[in-house]
């Protein structure tokens, strides 16, 4: 048997997300047989001690204290980025520019306009590149991607979208970095509604108009001393500005005709992870909720009267995207099988010379919609996503 091609990995960032893509890569050929074998060759953070912790850890070969130094390694192909959001933009196009490939947490940048330099690097460099949006790899969001595609649906009028959490309710919560716009960019809205706008883009189409809102409800927070994960500790009474939303709303218009609205917040009581949307066609409807992931709710208008209604589907089927490669049926996977059908995908289209979906050109689009929401909420008007960006040509065969 010819020896696979391997993937040499150097990934910097080791905490959340860092855990969830190591997984994914140890995990890939246990379920899939990849023609690309991912090698976990070294891991980089700031902090030694944690980081050759997390290397132990996550079983990966070697570690870094400074990402400069593992991109100039020649044992690295790829680099994984899953740092915060300010340093995605200068690892992503140091990366490119020494030839590496590169796979970046979301969403790609701080702003429209890194986003679009990064896109740039990796094209201009002829390196493949992607960027995690997990969501669109559950087994239901991929057969309601095929429901849609096969006209089961048909026309589409309605999405209507809400991710829901309540992690940062207490008013004494810390200032992480996810409530730093120097380090996120955003709020809520870059990371929550990041997520449904790729899920709207990849279902429904692309955004044509949109108007919103971002409000912030806790204007002041105690610094924080430590965090990891979503967590924090405070480190004094002393207090810093909430410069980033809390909660996002916003609705849209959608090129191919169909309307939308979104709301994301991280000030939701009793919602944990509350990924959800709904829509509504000339023929049917489908639902999803991230906390029943295995599930697809839809319904038919042809059904006979009587029985029609919204059915639930366990897409735990082998005839359900990625599902025949886990369990029997019937057999729930979880959130982190989502990532191994994402990295599944990374390795096909190293393999195969190509980009795949949701690659660079996604983020930028979706960055796109993110900073029209915000220049809606400063002028209180509709803003057309053309006028925020030139249309890009998709730089992927899928």
Wanted: net charge negative; aromatic share 10%; charged share 25%.
């Amino acid at each position: 048997m010819a020896e696979k091609k391997q993937l040499r990995i150097g990934m910097v960032g080791y905490k959340f997300m860092g855990r969830a893509h190591s997984h994914a890569y140890r995990d890939a050929a246990f379920y899939f047989d990849p023609q690309v074998e991912p090698v976990l060759q070294a891991i980089c953070g700031r902090n030694e001690e944690k980081v050759k912790e997390a290397a132990e850890k996550f079983g990966w070969n070697s570690y870094e204290t400074d990402w400069r130094e593992l991109i100039k390694r020649d044992d690295i192909d790829l680099i994984d980025i899953v740092t915060p959001n300010n340093n995605h933009a200068e690892i992503a196009i140091a990366a490119a520019e020494a030839g590496k490939h590169v796979f970046c947490e979301k969403p790609l940048a701080l702003t429209l306009e890194q986003s679009q330099r990064m896109l740039e690097a990796v094209e201009k460099n002829k390196v493949l590149h992607m960027i995690n949006h997990n969501y669109r790899f559950a087994p239901a969001i991929q057969f309601a991607k095929k429901l849609i595609e096969d006209g089961r649906l048909g026309k589409i009028y309605h999405i209507r979208a809400t991710y829901l959490q309540d992690w940062i309710m207490d008013p004494q919560f810390p200032l992480v970095w996810r409530l730093n716009k120097d380090v996120s960019g955003s709020g809520s809205h870059g990371d929550l509604a990041a997520h449904s706008i790729d899920l709207a883009r990849f279902l429904v189409g692309e955004f044509k108009e949109v108007t919103g809102i971002l409000e912030t409800f806790i204007k002041q927070r105690p610094l924080v001393e430590d965090s990891d994960g979503l967590s924090g500790t405070a480190s004094s009474d002393e207090v810093g500005d909430v410069k980033v939303d809390d909660a996002s709303v916003f609705i849209a218009r959608f090129t191919n005709g169909a309307i939308g609205t979104f709301e994301a917040t991280r000030f939701a009581g009793g919602n944990r992870n509350g990924n959800r949307f709904e829509i509504n066609g000339e023929k049917g409807s489908i639902r999803w909720d991230v906390e029943h992931m295995n599930n697809l709710e839809v319904y038919f208008h042809d059904d006979e009267p009587g029985i029609q209604g919204f059915r639930t589907i366990t897409c735990t089927e082998e005839i359900h995207p990625y599902a025949g490669a886990y369990w029997p049926a019937g057999h729930i996977i979880g959130y982190e099988h989502t990532f191994i059908n994402l990295v599944m995908e990374l390795l096909n289209g190293i393999e195969q010379g190509y980009s795949p979906s949701p690659n660079f050109y996604d983020g930028v689009k979706n960055q796109a919609v993110l900073e029209a929401v915000e220049q809606s909420s400063q002028t209180k008007q509709w803003v057309d996503i053309s006028d925020v960006i030139q249309n890009l040509e998709p730089v992927t065969k899928k």
